[in-house]
């Protein structure tokens, strides 16, 4: 199998397995656990596991200030592509990699905003006093989908062998630690993390197999 062909099934299939997981987070084992007796789906292994991880507000507060930094790399891209058009004049020159990443961080944000109104689960804690919605993580969603996409791209426009590897194995750490410990924190349920993590390896794949078709 080609590795474009891959590149699809994946996409597909973690796109098929989120739509599933989230259809029957709304209607399987509900019962209202949460904060303020929210109702929260697959209630009894979630309420499991966050007993088990607990909370720690220190690791919470950590991940959301590490957070902004792949905000900070979807800004890099974002002047990248800027400075492509000014120079080419020409929207379309515009490196087709960067187009796409443009198109996917839209989708993202956009995608954000519709799990901000569309509420499947809300957080296992009160922050501040106020029960926030939950799922699927955000964090881990961000997170995943700009670090995977930053390391094509890095893989693409680094030269320097060392560079590139030392850049690749750091973004690959900086990822896991934010998904582990985004877990660990006890602001998401378990159910949260994995819905994210779906999400995020459709969307990723996706895009690796748009921008394959031209490489």
């Not at 507060?61 to 800027?82: E, H, Q, R």
């Not at 944000?109 to 901000?116: C, G, P, R, V």
Request: with cysteine.
């Amino acid at each position: 199998m080609k590795r474009n062909a891959i590149f699809l099934t994946v996409a597909i299939i973690s796109l098929i397995a989120f739509i599933l997981w989230t259809i029957l987070l709304a209607f399987i084992d509900v019962q209202p656990v949460g904060p303020l007796y929210s109702s929260i789906g697959f209630a009894t292994i979630n309420k499991f596991v966050h007993n088990l991880t607990g909370e720690n507000l220190i690791l919470y507060l950590i991940t959301d200030w590490l957070s902004f930094m792949p905000v900070f790399i979807m800004i890099f891209f974002a002047i990248l592509g800027i400075l492509q058009f000014i120079k080419r004049k020409n929207l379309f020159k515009v490196d087709f990699d960067l187009l796409c990443l443009g198109i996917f961080y839209i989708l993202l944000f956009s995608l954000y905003i519709i799990f901000e109104n569309v509420i499947i689960n809300y957080r296992p804690i009160l922050i501040d006093g106020i029960l926030e919605v939950s799922y699927p993580s955000s964090t881990t969603l961000l997170t995943v989908c700009v670090m995977s996409t930053a390391n094509w791209q890095l893989n693409y426009r680094v030269k320097k062998g060392k560079l590139k590897l030392i850049l690749n194995i750091l973004t690959k750490i900086f990822t896991a630690f934010m998904v582990v410990c985004r877990f660990l924190s006890g602001v998401h349920w378990f159910s949260d993390i994995v819905g994210g993590l779906f999400l995020s390896v459709s969307l990723e794949y996706f895009y690796y197999f748009l921008v394959d078709i031209k490489s």
